[in-house]
């Protein structure tokens, strides 16, 4: 092996190992979720702004460039992309650029990868073929942080879904001992930090809306913008509506909280329905070999030992 080909290879190391360590740390976080519950609990956590360190600005000043290749140009397309920023829960300045900048990179990065690889070690790769490594390369390089945060989005999308029933039995408690609304929806989101962190920032967000002096139904609609689930829309239209008309809105809060959890208990039934179907190519490609390996090898060792020398010999 050449010292051209060792150095190709860690370099693939390093990026593999830098980018499967990145979304590691993007999905899980720093510090591990029953940590931060055990310093919620104890009340460790602290309230000091986190400050962005100098190697992080830097980062971000070498990001821009790269990020204006893949910036969409459309103000409808930069709309919606900062709604999906706000639904996977990223609301820093820097969000976009380190987005954009990926892309860009990413689908530079991963031809340039191949073609090093391609080039070190001699393979014998026809024009066409090349090609099509070269695109479908670049092509995933482009599309993977976009699958990135659609997978944030679900996972957070998720995590509000399967709390809110339960914030909404904290804010029917707070309505019938006599609270507002906004004190309602204040101390729920205090509550349920211990059960989701996403939810109770959203939902001191509201009550920060409503602090500044926005009106409750614009702090209502924020919230539901945020999030982008149509369960929180129902909620801030359902609050709407009984806010104009009158109604009883600690009854509103039940029938709504009820609907929630029975569709959450729908939910997960379908998930366990569907474990048998996602349990079953597995099973197919994976399981039932190892099995037949185990169960007719022996035998099959005993055939080739002893049946077919002597149908050998009798021929």
Not at 36 to 47: C, D, I, P, T
Not at 171 to 186: T, Y
Request: hydrophobic share 55%; with cysteine.
């Amino acid at each position: 092996m050449t010292n051209e080909q060792v150095i190709v290879l860690i370099f693939i190391f390093v990026a593999v190992a830098g980018a499967v360590v990145a979304l590691m740390m993007l999905i899980f976080g720093g510090v591990s979720r029953l940590r931060e519950r055990l310093q919620l609990v104890s009340g460790e956590v602290s309230e000091k702004p986190v400050k962005d360190s100098v190697w992080r600005r830097r980062a971000i000043s070498v990001a821009k460039p790269f990020a204006r290749l893949a910036t969409p140009d459309k103000d409808e397309e930069v709309s919606l992309l900062r709604a999906r920023f706000l639904h996977a829960g990223l609301r820093q300045a820097s969000a976009p650029i380190v987005y954009f900048a990926a892309k860009a990179l990413l689908a530079l990065v991963l031809p340039m990868l191949f073609i090093a690889a391609e080039r070190s070690f001699g393979w014998k790769v026809t024009q066409i073929n090349w090609m099509m490594v070269v695109l479908v390369s670049a092509a995933v390089g482009y599309y993977l942080p976009t699958i990135v945060l659609n997978q944030m989005t679900r996972i957070r999308q998720r995590e509000i879904f399967e709390s809110f029933p339960d914030a909404l039995d904290l804010m029917i408690v707070c309505v019938e001992a006599g609270l507002a609304l906004d004190m309602a929806v204040n101390r729920a989101g205090t509550e349920i930090r211990l059960r989701s962190p996403e939810l109770a920032d959203e939902l001191d967000l509201v009550s920060l809306d409503l602090r500044i002096g926005s009106t409750r139904e614009r702090a209502l609609k924020n919230f539901a913008m945020r999030t982008g689930l149509d369960e929180v829309s129902t909620f801030v239209a359902m609050l709407i509506q009984a806010d104009r008309f009158g109604t009883s809105l600690a009854e509103s809060l039940r029938v709504h909280a009820d609907g929630l959890r029975t569709r959450r208990q729908q939910r997960a039934e379908e998930a366990a329905a569907k474990i048998a179907l996602k349990l079953l190519f597995p099973l197919i490609f994976f399981i039932f070999p190892s099995l037949m390996l185990v169960l007719l090898g022996p035998a099959f060792i005993q055939i080739y030992r002893v049946l077919l020398p002597t149908m050998g010999g009798g021929g």
